[in-house]
């Protein structure tokens, strides 16, 4: 159901593994959402890609006009909590990235022109670490894109340039492969940093070496044990104050509600009481009466109004809520 839903809001086919599905309400929505933030949750550990992923979705939501004011107040926190959060603990010293494991491992290898595929997060974060480097480029890519200073080329011309390459990197998700392995040279190396990746275990070639997400693992194991105590830390300043916080969040809903009900119910007496008094002066009352009487009973309508608005808001059925 949540990929039909996917589906017909992207246009694409998706296809998601029962894994892959979350399902989080309220509280543990918002411990889910500083989880995936803070990079704790990562493959790799406190990693900053994931936070401006995050980040850019919520912005692009925003844009679009997707989020209501409830989710935007809780993204805001969200995203502030999760800079103290990473600021507090060690998860923001020496951060890793996908890009900067790749780039490791790349610098391993005798130093050749690379061939990237994708201008997303991934593919701009290496692609300027590399040129940081004097690495030469080729860069292609379904749009057409610049990227420090290098113009892309479109996907359909991969097949045509794969072979001039042996150091070939996909940043970029599609449903079928991308390129024919055939048209690779022997001894090239191709990161497939596609999720889900695009080469497929039966495309393996004894000639060709493939490093998925899941190959890198081993550098991962390294980055998560001198992290270990961050992610711990980490974790519980989520436990002891995403709840707290989430509950501040939702009073001050219930405040932003309260003020609303009191501006109307003010503007009601307001307009209630100066119909009085235009006709108790159309009547000939005296002007000093009727001004005094004018001020009391806004005075008192008031205060009997403020009075229900936090008897109601206030209750222990409102609360339980």
């Given amino acids: 159901m949540f990929d039909a839903y996917l589906e017909n809001l992207t246009g694409k086919n998706i296809h998601l593994r029962k894994n892959d599905q979350y399902l989080f309400s309220n509280n543990e929505a918002f411990k889910h959402l500083l989880r995936v933030m803070t990079g ?111 113009e892309s080329h479109p996907l359909e011309e991969l097949n045509s340039n794969i072979s001039d390459f042996q150091i070939i990197v996909i940043a970029a998700s599609a449903d079928s492969p991308l390129f024919d392995l055939n048209n690779v040279t022997e001894g090239s190396v191709i990161f497939d940093l596609a999720i889900p990746r695009n080469l497929t275990e039966d495309q393996n070639n004894k000639e060709i070496s493939i490093l998925t997400l899941d190959a890198i693992s081993e550098m991962v194991k390294a980055n998560l044990k001198g992290r270990e105590e961050a992610v711990k830390l980490a974790e519980d300043l989520i436990i002891k104050n995403a709840d707290s916080e989430f509950s501040k969040l939702k009073n001050r809903k219930n405040i932003n509600n309260v003020q609303k009900k009191f501006h109307e119910d003010q503007n009601q007496i307001k307009g209630i009481a100066v119909q009085n008094a235009l006709k108790k002066l159309k009547d000939g009352s005296k002007p000093e009466d009727i001004i005094n009487g004018l001020a009391e009973e806004i005075a008192s309508k008031n205060a009997f109004h403020v009075s229900k608005i936090l008897d109601q808001s206030f209750s222990p059925k409102k609360r339980d809520n």
């Avoid at 974060?125 to 040129?131: D, E, P, Q, V, W």
């Fill in 40 to 150: 704790i949750d990562s493959m790799i550990v406190g990693e900053p890609d994931i936070f401006g992923q995050v980040k850019k979705s919520f912005q692009n939501s925003k844009e679009f006009q997707y989020l209501d004011t409830d989710l935007e107040i809780i993204f805001n926190r969200a995203i502030n909590f999760s800079k103290e959060i990473r600021s507090e603990t060690e998860l923001s010293k020496n951060p890793l990235s996908i890009a900067s494991l790749v780039e490791n491992k790349i610098l391993e290898l005798e130093k050749k022109s690379i061939l990237i595929i994708g201008g997303g997060d991934v593919g701009r974060a290496l692609i300027k670490r590399l040129i940081e480097r004097n690495y030469q480029l080729k860069v292609f890519n379904r749009s057409q894109i610049k990227i420090e200073n290098i």
